[in-house]
């Protein structure tokens, strides 16, 4: 159902609105192939991927520019999980990225590029997510 509101809202066509400044052209975290599955027609895609900032952002092709366009992007901060999916999906090298609403598949092309992208996104997950900032920290001991 989500899918479904963010097709008819448009939310999917207009990933920039996630960019957040980010400049995806330059420096990533991790960037590689990776094959993913669609969104809404479920055939398995190879895209050139980016991690960088807390956002997980795909491309068509490698030659990413500051006039790339990416074909989505996905905020880590929101991302529950991400683990291997081999025995879900029947696929070597597979691994999935959850969040409270979506799964989303991808196929690396081997086992060390699927550990290191599992690694990074995970890594990206913590240092991003929202469970506690410092503003949020109390140091009862100070408070006299």
Same mark, same amino acid.
């Given at each position: 159902?989500?899918?479904?509101? *963010?097709?008819? /809202?448009?939310?999917?066509? !207009?990933?920039?609105?996630?960019?957040?400044?980010?400049?995806?052209?330059?420096?990533? $975290?991790?960037?590689?192939?990776?094959?993913?599955?669609? $969104?809404?027609? !479920?055939?398995? #895609?190879?895209?050139?991927?980016?991690?960088?900032?807390?956002?997980?952002?795909?491309?068509?092709?490698?030659?990413?520019? #500051?006039? @790339?366009?990416?074909?989505?992007?996905?905020? =880590?901060?929101?991302?529950? /999980? =991400?683990?291997?999916?081999?025995?879900?999906?029947?696929?070597?090298?597979?691994?999935?990225?959850?969040?409270?609403?979506?799964?989303?598949?991808?196929?690396?092309?081997?086992?060390? $590029? !699927?550990?290191?992208?599992?690694? @990074?996104?995970?890594? @990206?997950?913590?240092?991003?997510? *929202?469970? =506690? /900032?410092?503003?949020?920290? =109390?140091?009862?001991? @100070?408070?006299?």
């Amino acid at each position: 159902m989500a899918s479904l509101w *963010r097709a008819a /809202t448009g939310f999917a066509a !207009k990933p920039e609105a996630d960019y957040d400044g980010v400049e995806f052209w330059s420096e990533p $975290e991790r960037a590689g192939w990776l094959t993913k599955q669609g $969104e809404y027609i !479920k055939t398995w #895609r190879r895209r050139w991927f980016v991690l960088k900032q807390g956002r997980l952002f795909w491309f068509k092709d490698s030659g990413v520019t #500051r006039a @790339s366009r990416p074909r989505g992007v996905v905020p =880590v901060a929101s991302c529950l /999980t =991400v683990k291997g999916a081999e025995d879900i999906l029947n696929k070597q090298y597979a691994f999935e990225l959850s969040t409270r609403s979506d799964t989303m598949y991808f196929i690396a092309d081997s086992e060390k $590029e !699927k550990e290191d992208w599992i690694n @990074s996104i995970g890594r @990206s997950i913590v240092q991003h997510s *929202r469970s =506690v /900032t410092d503003s949020e920290i =109390v140091d009862y001991d @100070s408070k006299q």
